[in-house]
């Protein structure tokens, strides 16, 4: 692996072996692309739907990718993380499937139907209080215990794993122009700037703005580390890891931020056009879209749909104001 400064950040060619490592586990989701879509955007886009990978969302490539990394070292036993959700039931999957367990830390506001799948995949749940230093402490003392920890967004590994879905995107539209991704923590944006570096494609990210950690980290130049986040978007609300945000700073061209109203109208608009209940933090990327045709008005356009793990009661009640019972 490359290392430009005391981090060790993945290339492109870890996340090829990425891609070989996760091939017979994970799912090459499809690429949706709609005309109505385009003319209700104003551009070309081109939908990587991992909302259809394995565990519903993204986060299987890269706790894929984590395990198996473990296993080829020779480190046996359990695995621990911290998550929201969907990378809690990334890694129980993962873990099992390599005949280990996952135990997971889970903010004690976490969304029933995430705990309910960490659970269904294998893992152990360990609830927590709903904040970042919470959820660090409890994490410490799984490790103190004995488990391996496995960063649910700060670890080369998991990057180069997140990384394979926009490699397989741009194999299916290799003409892209630009491509966006949701930023939480920022594995799946800092791999999709390390995968697509040299075919010139430009990286934007999409923030909740009750979440906007990373880009008022990139305004002041330094992580931000003492934000609260407020929005809908659960998937999106941990502060951006320390090699994640070296990646955004030094490749991405812009985060770009969106309310609440916004991510519940673009939930809507997908379900309209492409028959997909995805979650709030998904719909981000759409909504970043439609605010910005300045940006996006005309080009050819991938987007990484990142997950849908959302009840359809749940879906029905956040979009309602937004047309979502039309």
């Excluded at 934007?204 to 407020?230: K, Q, W």
């Amino acid at each position: 692996m490359t290392c430009p400064t005391e981090l060790d950040i993945p290339d492109i060619a870890d996340i090829h072996l990425a891609h070989a490592r996760i091939r017979s586990k994970a799912r090459v989701t499809p690429v949706i692309n709609d005309p109505d879509l385009d003319e209700a955007v104003a551009c070309h886009l081109y939908c990587k739907c991992e909302n259809l990978q394995r565990t519903g969302a993204f986060k299987f490539r890269g706790a894929c990718n984590a395990v198996a990394r473990l296993a080829e070292n020779g480190r046996g036993g359990d695995v621990a993380t911290h998550s929201s959700g969907n990378h809690g039931a990334a890694l129980a999957l993962a873990a099992r499937l390599d005949g280990r367990r996952a135990h997971v830390v889970m903010p004690e506001d976490s969304s029933p139907m995430k705990v309910e799948a960490v659970r269904r995949y294998g893992g152990q749940v360990h609830f927590c209080a709903p904040t970042n230093a919470a959820r660090a402490a409890a994490l410490e003392q799984l490790v103190r215990e004995g488990m391996i920890p496995v960063h649910p967004y700060d670890d080369p590994a998991i990057i180069a794993g997140q990384g394979t879905a926009a490699l397989e995107l741009e194999q299916v539209v290799p003409s892209l122009e630009m491509v966006i991704t949701p930023v939480g923590g920022g594995g799946l944006i800092a791999g999709t700037a390390i995968a697509t570096g040299a075919w010139g494609v430009t990286v934007y990210g999409a923030e909740p703005a009750g979440a906007a950690d990373t880009a008022a980290s990139l305004e002041r130049g330094e992580i931000v580390d003492d934000f609260h986040p407020r929005t809908i978007a659960d998937g999106l609300r941990a502060i951006v890891g320390k090699r994640n945000f070296q990646v955004i700073r030094d490749r991405v061209k812009a985060v770009l931020t969106v309310s609440d109203d916004d991510i519940r109208a673009s939930m809507v608009l997908a379900w309209r056009h492409l028959k997909l209940l995805i979650e709030p933090s998904s719909a981000t990327v759409l909504a970043a879209i439609r605010n910005h045709p300045e940006l996006f008005a005309g080009r050819k356009v991938g987007a990484i749909i990142s997950g849908g793990n959302i009840h359809p009661a749940g879906w029905l009640e956040l979009t309602r104001t937004a047309g979502g019972g039309d």
